[in-house]
């Protein structure tokens, strides 16, 4: 049984910082891709970032320059640094990722709210 387990999302003010994690834990022999979503209220959830075994990252535009991803391979960790916060990245930020070659695993959400 494999699960992913967000944290640190919380209340901010826009122009803060906040870094949300993600632990994966159960029967894991390989983790490839990993990354984030987030889910606006009466919106489509989208994608936010991603990052791969070897370390390389993609960002939508919408977060470039702002949020970096990054990922601590030994504990089975990935990472979301949000910067320069607005408003608008107001959402449940989700974590997704590729383990064992068995399709693509989700962790349950953590609320991100900026205060403007």
């Known amino acids: 049984q494999v699960q992913l387990v967000e944290s640190g999302g919380g209340l901010v003010q826009a122009g803060g910082s906040l870094r949300v994690s993600c632990a994966a834990s159960g029967n894991i022999f390989r983790i490839n891709d990993m990354g984030w979503y987030r889910q606006a209220p009466g919106k489509q959830r989208e994608w936010v970032a991603t990052?791969?075994?070897?370390?390389?990252?993609n960002y939508a535009d919408s977060v470039k320059g702002r949020f970096t991803i990054s990922r601590d391979n030994n504990k089975n960790t990935v990472y979301l640094q949000m910067n320069s916060l607005k408003a608008e990245d107001t959402a449940v930020y989700y974590c997704?990722?590729?383990?064992?070659?068995?399709?693509?695993?989700w962790g349950q959400g953590t609320q991100v709210t900026v205060s403007s």
């Open positions: 990052i791969t075994s070897g370390g390389s990252t």
């Open positions: 997704a990722a590729d383990i064992n070659q068995g399709g693509t695993y």
